[in-house]
């Protein structure tokens, strides 16, 4: 079993910045491919950026050069940093661990979330 807690969420203003952060217990967290997902009102889970045990990441177009996700496998957190917030970034967001790497929600653990609100 891995145990997922995300915190740093928040209401900002459409330009600022906010740093999400996932602290994994449980099982050896530098195995699992981390990943962040988002559902917004009335839309489908999406996933919003991942990273591999070895720090590869991927990203949605959407969020391409605003957002950064990172590892510290020592202290078993994942992060996403997020640039540039827009409204259309509110939503609640998700961490989530996968054995195997993939694109799809296809994921073995997922955190409670924790709400992004952009105001205009």
């Known amino acids: 079993q891995v145990q997922l807690v995300e915190s740093g969420g928040g209401l900002v203003q459409a330009g600022d910045s906010l740093r999400l952060s996932c602290a994994a217990s449980g099982r050896t967290f530098s195995n699992f491919a981390m990943g962040w997902f988002r559902q917004a009102p009335g839309k489908e889970r999406e996933l919003v950026a991942n990273i591999t045990s070895g720090g590869v990441a991927t990203y949605a177009d959407s969020v391409k050069d605003r957002f950064t996700i990172s590892r510290d496998n020592a202290k078993n957190t994942v992060y996403l940093q997020m640039n540039s917030l827009k409204p259309e970034d509110t939503a609640v967001y998700y961490c989530?661990?996968?054995?195997?790497?993939?694109?799809?929600?296809?994921?073995?653990?997922w955190g409670q979330g924790t709400q992004v609100t952009v105001s205009s």
């Open positions: 989530a661990a996968a054995a195997i790497w993939t694109m799809t929600e296809k994921y073995d653990y």
